[in-house]
């Protein structure tokens, strides 16, 4: 495994994304709460650009007639049918068998690496 420093962390905000190639792989690269994460950018229902889609939240459990909205910032969904993914997991929130690729994520020396 070998890390690939893709940014520097001035070069992003909290809550922004950058999509970046490594080793012909295009991977999503992600900052929530001051925190990085990395998806690969390919959506496992039919192969559309899953980063190029909107980050957004999803409604969270409650009581009947009550939708409580949270997590926002934290998930993506896909520009093609609206599949969603928890950025900080890879993992569907419909179907816990379906999953996107993530990355470890290193911070060295105020550069940002994605370990491939």
């Known amino acids: 495994m070998a890390t690939h420093f893709v940014t520097d962390l001035i ?13 012909g792989r295009s991977i999503g690269l992600y900052r929530i709460n001051g925190e990085y994460y990395a998806l690969h950018n390919r959506c496992p ?21 009550a939708y409580q909205f949270g997590r926002q910032g934290e998930i993506v969904r ?30 060295e020396d105020g550069k940002v690496g994605i370990v491939i």
């Open 45 to 65: 229902h039919e192969g559309a650009q899953l980063c190029k889609g909107k980050v957004c939240g999803t409604t969270l459990p409650s009581d009947v007639y």
């Open 11 to 23: 070069s992003m905000a909290d809550g922004q994304h950058v999509i970046v190639n490594v080793e």
């Open 78 to 107: 896909c520009p093609w049918h609206g599949w969603e993914f928890d950025i900080k997991t890879g993992k569907s929130l419909v179907d816990e068998k379906v999953r996107v690729r993530s990355y470890k994520v290193t911070v």
